[in-house]
């Protein structure tokens, strides 16, 4: 499943394909969404937002589309009028003059009322997005030690989106191996500077896969800016002590670490 940098790269696309713009013409696959689209029609995409793995598209007319792309939903830009050559099922078509954006194969998506979208059960029960920009260090360190959170293990926690909202396996293996330390540890039972170097990593990584992950980059050698340290290596050096990578299983996913500096 994406996570929460690249649910927001996904966005930045759509914004750029059609935010601002008007509509129209707007299409539902679903039949409890047909009644809206003569009422988007010649409405105005007014924003695009994630909340974690989730999509918030706002209109004019005071309606928000929620949309969850789950494990198969995809979002694709498209030039008005045209349709992808593709064996997924399309679910919903929002087009400008000269631009359109497709969702296919997801299938939770609701419209509404603003005030109402924002009451869904996904939203009111997730934490702060991670990569929102007003998120602090300070926060982040006060959430740990939270009572809902301190006495959690680390390697289960940082993928329950009540937490932070946006985490997923990758940055969890990432988040942990950049504090060097163990999915069995708890915020209540970290030093103080443990506890600091991890409220550090929770917000410094995901936003830097976010700027960088997939940017070509020629003068380095993996091809990327944004580097695996643990992810997907193992059997390779880690990076920062030179002892091999191992892999494991954890919350029923695959989980990377290093046993020479995560302790």
């Given at each position: 499943?994406?996570?929460?940098?690249?649910?927001?790269?996904?966005?930045?696309?759509?914004?750029?394909?059609?935010?601002?713009?008007?509509?129209?013409?707007?299409?539902?696959?679903?039949?409890?969404?047909?009644?809206?689209?003569?009422?988007?029609?010649?409405q105005t995409v007014t924003s695009i937002e994630t909340r974690?793995?989730?999509?918030?598209?706002?209109?004019?007319?005071?309606?928000?589309?929620?949309?969850?792309?789950?494990?198969?939903?995809?979002?694709?830009?498209?030039?008005?009028?045209?349709?992808?050559?593709?064996?997924?099922?399309?679910?919903?078509?929002l087009e400008t003059a000269d631009k359109a954006i497709l969702?296919?194969?997801?299938?939770?998506?609701?419209?509404?009322?603003?005030?109402?979208?924002?009451?869904?059960?996904?939203?009111?029960?997730?934490?702060?997005?991670?990569?929102?920009?007003?998120?602090?260090?300070?926060?982040?360190?006060?959430?740990?030690?939270?009572?809902?959170?301190?006495?959690?293990?680390?390697?289960?926690?940082?993928?329950?989106?009540?937490?932070?909202?946006?985490?997923?396996?990758?940055?969890?293996?990432?988040?942990?191996?950049?504090?060097?330390?163990?999915?069995?540890?708890?915020p209540e039972d970290l030093t103080a500077q443990q506890l600091?170097?991890?409220?550090?990593?929770?917000?410094?990584?995901?936003?830097?896969?976010?700027?960088?992950?997939?940017?070509?980059?020629?003068?380095?050698?993996?091809?990327?800016?944004?580097?695996?340290?643990?992810?997907?290596?193992?059997?390779?050096?880690?990076?920062?002590?030179?002892?091999?990578?191992?892999?494991?299983?954890?919350?029923?996913?695959?989980?990377?670490?290093?046993?020479?500096?995560?302790?």
């Open positions: 499943m994406p996570e929460g940098p690249e649910i927001r790269r996904a966005a930045d696309k759509l914004v750029d394909a059609v935010e601002g713009k008007v509509l129209t013409h707007v299409w539902f696959a679903f039949p409890e969404l047909k009644s809206y689209q003569p009422k988007l029609v010649g974690g793995k989730a999509l918030l598209t706002h209109f004019s007319a005071g309606l928000t589309m929620y949309s969850h792309n789950q494990l198969y939903g995809l979002w694709q830009v498209t030039g008005a009028g045209e349709r992808p050559e593709t064996k997924r099922d399309l679910r919903v078509a969702l296919y194969s997801a299938s939770d998506i609701e419209v509404g009322a603003t005030e109402e979208i924002l009451q869904h059960p996904f939203l009111q029960r997730i934490g702060p997005d991670v990569l929102d920009v007003t998120l602090t260090e300070s926060d982040i360190s006060a959430r740990l030690l939270d009572k809902k959170f301190r006495r959690k293990q680390l390697g289960g926690m940082l993928l329950d989106q009540a937490f932070l909202a946006g985490l997923g396996n990758y940055l969890r293996a990432e988040i942990l191996w950049d504090a060097g330390l163990l999915p069995h540890h708890k600091e170097y991890l409220a550090h990593a929770l917000l410094t990584i995901p936003r830097l896969s976010y700027q960088t992950r997939g940017e070509a980059d020629p003068n380095h050698h993996h091809g990327a800016l944004f580097e695996f340290h643990v992810f997907s290596r193992d059997g390779l050096a880690c990076h920062r002590c030179g002892s091999e990578i191992q892999k494991s299983s954890l919350s029923s996913r695959p989980f990377f670490y290093c046993p020479g500096c995560q302790h």
